[in-house]
């Protein structure tokens, strides 16, 4: 289902809108939609095939309609497989108790909040985890713009590079420098597991051949989720100087896990998977600061309370719409700089020390010029309609073009190895691509923690090739670590029945690491 999971929601938004008046007639539309957010979809009966919902806008109610052999689930806001949505006999999600926020005259004394029953707590109290009002409202106003102890709005005279970036819409470059004199950074990241079924692919485009106009050789992003990764893989990428984060340990299938997980479940998941990275790739040097969320299910402020704690560097997990201008990455010490787009909407409110490597949708369309506004994508492999070579290298031309024309903010192409290896044409686009963007000089293929370098030490395009951050590792030649790793058949009591493979040119371990046991020594009861 999870790979699924993105086509799913594109084909609910490109659903065929339909006004049927029939249906509604005899509906109350102001009754309907008082108090209803405008993203809601919901039923008007139970009587129909569970496919139709309905949504309120300005004109009045819009139907949706699911493809057929889907029906939408109101819980989760989504089409899904018909005999997976256990919610056709509700119209709506439940309605929650909502705190009173905004009055007239005030209700509560000063730094306290009133609950919806009325009762009057400390405004601290409001979203911190855990429920305080009787009626449970102080958890059920949290968002980005609703959390009463919010991260402030960008206040450029208290945040100044190294340390913190913002803007108030988020398209500012860095150190005022003129576009024409930023290098279009451009990042390409991997999702998952490393092992036998991409290795090859890796190769292909990371040959050492291809090199910025700084005399170093481009550079790659790789998100590694644990299960079926060979380490000495993961060791070897990390060896020529491309950069490894970490994706979770158990990268579970169900996405609530993900955006309504604990500080723990986040910590035993990110923080294990590093360890386990550290301990089997060999990786010594401290260089894994950075996450991604699986199904990019953000898990709201508990995630990036443990990033911090944990001293991650920065997540790359929240999306930004398809704008007119790309935005640049941030810090999160004051309020994000976008809508909170994507998954389960659960950004963090609260203000973190933490960057974030926001990804911008890529526009889709054929033909910009002409076709109608679709909606973005965010990985290459969500682009449903890119379905030729051709179609792919226009999309990576267009959406180089949309930010090398504008202010520059670095192109980030995120892609499942297995998508590019579906056919041979989209690997031999990319590598078609990547030459040509290399044949200027102002282009250049780096990591996500190189362009936080670059942002915290903004240089002009001309003393770059002296930029000392971008020189680690530059052209890395010799041998990988070992040449025939340890193929370790391990088990764990976590997964009883599955004997699975550790490769790794360390020691093997006594049993396969997983979340309660993540160094594989066995349990401490």
Not at 316 to 333: F, K, N
Not at 382 to 389: D, E, K, P, R, T
Not at 467 to 488: I, M
Request: hydrophobic fraction near 30%.
């Amino acid at each position: 289902m999870a790979r699924w999971w993105p086509i799913l929601s594109v084909l609910l938004l490109c659903c065929a809108a339909v006004h049927s008046q029939d249906k509604l007639e005899g509906i109350d539309v102001e009754e309907v939609c008082a108090d209803r957010p405008a993203d809601e979809y919901f039923r008007l009966d139970t009587e129909t095939d569970c496919r139709e919902v309905y949504r309120c806008t300005k004109s009045g109610l819009k139907e949706i309609q699911c493809p057929s052999g889907l029906a939408f689930d109101v819980f989760k806001q989504t089409c899904d497989w018909k005999a997976k949505v256990t919610n056709c006999d509700e119209k709506e999600r439940p309605r929650k108790a909502k705190p009173i926020l905004k009055t007239d005259e005030p209700i509560c004394p000063d730094g306290k909040l009133s609950c919806g029953d009325g009762e009057c707590l400390d405004k601290e109290l409001f979203c911190n985890g855990k429920p305080d009002c009787k009626d449970e409202s102080d958890e059920n106003a949290c968002s980005v713009d609703e959390d009463p102890n919010r991260a402030p709005e960008c206040d450029s005279t208290q945040c100044a590079l190294p340390d913190c970036f913002c803007s108030a819409d988020g398209t500012r470059i860095p150190g005022g420098i003129e576009p024409q004199q930023v290098p279009q950074m451009i990042t390409i990241t991997f999702n998952g597991a490393v092992n036998v079924d991409n290795i090859d692919l890796y190769e292909d485009i990371f040959n050492g051949q291809h090199q910025n106009p700084n005399g170093c050789s481009i550079k790659g992003t790789f998100f590694v989720s644990h299960k079926y990764t060979n380490y000495s893989a993961v060791q070897d990428l990390h060896r020529r100087g491309h950069e490894i984060s970490v994706f979770s340990l158990t990268h579970k299938d169900d996405p609530n896990y993900w955006s309504s997980g604990s500080y723990d479940d986040w910590l035993a998941e990110m923080a294990g998977s590093r360890l386990i990275v550290e301990r089997f790739a060999n990786i010594t040097d401290g260089s894994i600061i950075g996450m991604r969320a699986p199904y990019l299910r953000v898990g709201g402020n508990k995630q990036f309370e443990m990033m911090a704690d944990q001293f991650f560097v920065y997540d790359a997990s929240i999306t930004a719409s398809l704008g007119r201008v790309p935005i640049w990455p941030y810090t999160l010490y004051f309020r994000m700089p976008h809508k909170c787009n994507g998954n389960a909407h659960n950004c963090p409110s609260r203000s973190h020390p933490v960057w974030e490597m926001v990804m911008n949708e890529l526009d889709r369309r054929d033909d910009p010029t002409f076709d109608e506004s679709l909606p973005g994508c965010h990985m290459v492999d969500s682009c449903s309609n890119v379905a030729s070579g051709e179609q792919f290298a226009r999309l990576l031309r267009h959406n180089f073009n949309r930010h090398y024309n504008s202010n520059r903010a670095p192109l980030g192409l995120h892609f499942h190895a297995s998508w590019l290896k579906s056919k041979k044409e989209y690997r031999d686009e990319l590598v078609k691509f990547i030459e040509e963007m290399l044949g200027r000089n102002d282009v250049f293929f780096v990591t996500n923690l190189q362009v936080i370098q670059w942002m915290q030490n903004p240089t002009e395009l001309n003393s770059l090739r002296d930029f000392q951050e971008w020189k680690e590792k530059c052209d890395v030649k010799g041998q990988p670590y070992c040449s025939l790793p340890n193929a370790c058949p391990l088990t764990t009591r976590e997964l009883p029945g599955e004997t699975l493979r550790l490769f790794t040119c360390m020691e093997c371990p006594n049993n396969y690491p997983w979340i309660l046991d993540p160094t594989g020594d066995g349990f401490s009861v």
